[in-house]
């Protein structure tokens, strides 16, 4: 059974650094095809995808946010790392772990962690 | 990047009803299409991938279909357990990008 859980600062100040950490069961990600990526949803508002890790080390990134973002994996923690610099209240969000699956060359996020909700705020 | 507009953005219908909600792509992006179901303080959940695959464990009532750059999910009847909101998401390539969302209300 594959389980995701974020974990991280629920609150954070403008300009600081977001460290969230997405720990996972029930698959490895030295396993062929097998990625983690971040996902973020504003209150109210649409989902937004972040960043991407896959198990050859493959890193893709949001164009808008790729200065700001770093992905980082820990397969023997089972473990993948977001960082987020600079952070700004417009970034207040639920951030969602997910992983990612091929099938047939098809991707897709099939199970997900409950969220971690981040607020930021002086 | 390429942009996902779905339509509408937000609709009432009642148990029973037929529901169909769109997805275009700003360009073509094959079958490089998902479709997640997300109730309120919810993670999202996966429905449909490669724009017409049914998730394993997902109701026969949930369809989708579409390539290229139009792209359709429907409820055959809707349910009470339906009401939610819907995300499309294109995997063609990056940045992956969403719909704005669709949300299903009850009328």
């Known amino acids: 059974q594959i389980t995701l859980k974020e974990s991280g600062p629920t609150l954070v100040k403008p300009t600081q650094t977001l460290t969230l950490t997405c720990t996972f069961s029930?698959?490895?990600?030295?396993?062929?095809?097998?990625?983690v990526g971040w996902i973020r949803q504003p209150p109210g508002k649409a989902l937004e995808w972040l960043a991407l890790i896959y198990w050859n080390e493959d890193k893709r990134y949001s164009p808008s946010l790729k200065s700001s973002l770093t992905i980082t994996k820990d397969t023997s923690k089972n473990q993948v790392v977001l960082t987020m610099t600079n952070m700004d209240p417009v970034d207040t969000a639920t951030y969602y772990c997910?992983?990612?699956?091929?099938?047939?060359?098809?991707?897709?996020?099939?199970?997900w962690g409950q969220g971690t909700l981040v607020t930021v705020s002086s | 990047a390429i942009q996902m507009t779905q339509s509408p953005s937000s609709l009432s219908a009642s148990v029973g009803d037929r529901v169909t909600i769109s997805c275009r792509a700003s360009?073509?992006?094959?079958?490089?299409l998902g479709w997640y179901q997300q109730k309120p303080g919810k993670a999202p959940n996966l429905l449909i991938y490669?724009?017409?695959t049914l998730q394993s464990g997902v109701p026969s009532r949930f369809s989708g279909s579409g390539s290229g750059t139009d792209f359709t999910l429907t409820i055959s009847s809707l349910q009470p357990e339906d009401f939610a909101t819907y995300y499309c998401l294109q995997d063609h390539n990056y940045p992956l990008t969403f719909g704005g969302g669709t949300k299903v209300e009850i009328k």
């Open positions: 490669a724009a017409s």
């Open positions: 029930g698959f490895s990600l030295n396993t062929y095809g097998v990625g």
């Open positions: 997910a992983h990612r699956r091929v099938d047939s060359s098809a991707y897709y996020f099939d199970y």
């Open positions: 360009q073509g992006i094959r079958n490089d």
